[in-house]
């Protein structure tokens, strides 16, 4: 994750994004090369235009066979042909690769469901209680293939991590299946791909690959439960957040079950909250909780007007939330 701009964009980290990428390179060149060879072309050609004394005697030259500017427009597809052709392979050859995902052996399945605006992702497992759902953030083994069952939700959504594989859409009603993979431990931003409305911009998630033991380490901590309050004041915020919050938002092992927003059971394991938006500081995540509509209008987060004496308490007992 260090390095400069260039190195950022340049360098795939998976095996699917590492099939697109010289192709889009290679595109962007020849459209680059393209786009100089004619703006040179037409430049040239209005000089010479004016040289000649301008448009009383250049008007109505007909295109002949044998005169110069048929012989131009046969070059010009010729030379037009060979790049065509050359991407139409290529782009085959690459979708070969990238599309079929690894259904007969992931190693990871995971269930994710788009929102506006935020991502639901789920764990699955062999049993009822190896499964667990968290959001925003998709923790993966590096080294493995994992296979991304996307489920529509409200409106169009598409599912991108450019470092790590293309862009998948998760369309109402519907189920698409994309995979991804990471070569090297790293953080990997997502982004939504598709407009879906005023905070589309605002609808990021990050990919933590980990070596496999830390992701195995950190699969068996999101598993837990939350811990019981320790204070009065974690148990007041406790209780302010079950009746206050817990009509949207679920945390494991309290009476918040909803499943219509984030999970929060581990939220202080997260990086950032509001979907790659906000640094997961104490500052900016009672500000968000206060005051969501600030920072993403139109959220489906509605703003909480709590008291001050409350908020310290919501902020206690989210602290306690790792
Ligand atoms: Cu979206």
Known sequence: MSGTPLDYIGHAAGSRAGAILPLTWFTLVVSIVVIVIIAALVLRASLRFRARGGASETVGVPVERGADGLRWITIGLALTAVPLLVTLVWTMAALAQVAGPPLANPGLVLDVTPHQWWWEVQYNGATPDAIFETANEIHIPTGTKVLVRLHGGDVIHSFWVPRLSGKTDAIPGQNNLSWLDADQPGVYRGQCAEYCGWQH???AFEV???PPAQFA???DHQLADAPQPTTPRIAQGQAIIVYRCGLCHAVRGTDAGARTA?????LM???MIAAGVLPNTPGALLGWVQHP???KPDSLMPDQHLSGAELTAVGAYLETLR
């Open 208 to 210: 933590v690959a980990e």
């Open 293 to 295: 509509q600030g920072v």
């Open 262 to 266: 984030p999970d929060l059971t581990h």
């Open 217 to 219: 380490a950190w699969r």
């Open 269 to 271: 394991s997260r990086r």
């Open 201 to 203: 911009a605002k609808m």
